[in-house]
């Protein structure tokens, strides 16, 4: 079964407002968690990693300001994308790490942004 | 993490096995070796890892060469839900505070 879940999988938001994306560890704590964002045809582009208690961290080029990540627990992180224009439209994943050395990234369904 | 080449796209009969290549030439010595798949619209499937042994789970077996700079996944019996995108990927062992780095992967299409 699945061990990260992301909520909602599918969302329609109009231009200007915010959305919310929320990304849970089922059965395990999850210090840091990773966000992604994948548009058609095209491979999966880390955005940013989020730390429990702390700053995420940003990849070059991704607006920490427009993309705000809170990991506010040790299951959950959240996604806000603010502000949001039709070019945000895309599919957005999250993942986590479980386990020790060697340990294994678990990614989760994915969550559809469109932006009308 | 070392760079990966997987070839883009690849056919194979429905009940047939399902050899994936990787080259991971520069790989260093404390690197596993990982393979997801992404089926289209959903979130990448863990498959299989592994550092120098070969491994066996329900999915899928991974060979890797001695001198590990390549590495084949096996799919034993492709099915037609085994279509997707194959990514080969080569990570720090124990490293849960760095991502991922996707490359393109392989187009597996299986054919009835």
New interface residues.
């Given amino acids: 079964g699945a061990v990260?879940s992301?909520h909602p999988s599918r969302v329609i938001c109009k231009s200007g407002t915010s959305v919310k994306i929320e990304c849970r560890s089922l059965d395990f704590q999850a210090?840091?968690m990773?966000w992604?964002r994948q548009f058609p045809k095209k491979?999966?582009?880390?955005m940013a990693?989020s730390n429990e208690g702390s700053k995420a961290t940003y990849e070059q080029g991704v607006e920490k300001d427009k993309f705000l990540i809170n990991h506010a627990s040790l299951t959950l992180s959240t996604l806000t994308v603010t502000s949001a224009h039709p070019e945000d439209s895309s599919?957005y994943?999250c993942?986590a790490?479980k386990g020790?050395?060697?340990?294994?990234?678990?990614?989760?369904?994915?969550s559809?942004l469109t932006v009308v | 993490d070392a760079k990966t080449t997987q070839p883009p796209s690849m056919d194979c009969a429905e009940g047939r096995a399902a050899n994936l290549p990787c080259n991971h030439s520069t790989i260093s010595g404390n690197e596993y070796v990982y393979w997801y798949r992404q089926i289209h619209s959903q979130g990448p499937q863990y498959i299989i890892h592994g550092l120098k042994n070969n491994e066996t789970n329900e999915m899928a077996s991974l060979i890797i060469t001695e001198d590990r700079k390549s590495s084949t996944l096996i799919l034993p019996h492709a099915t037609l839900r085994d279509t997707a995108v194959y990514y080969c990927i080569v990570r720090v062992a124990g490293g849960g505070a760095d991502g991922l780095t996707f490359g393109k992967g392989t187009h597996l299409i299986i054919q009835p």
């Fill in positions: 990260v992301q210090t840091t990773f992604y491979s999966l582009m880390l990693t599919f994943i993942s790490p020790g050395a060697g340990n294994t990234i678990y990614f989760g369904e994915g559809w």
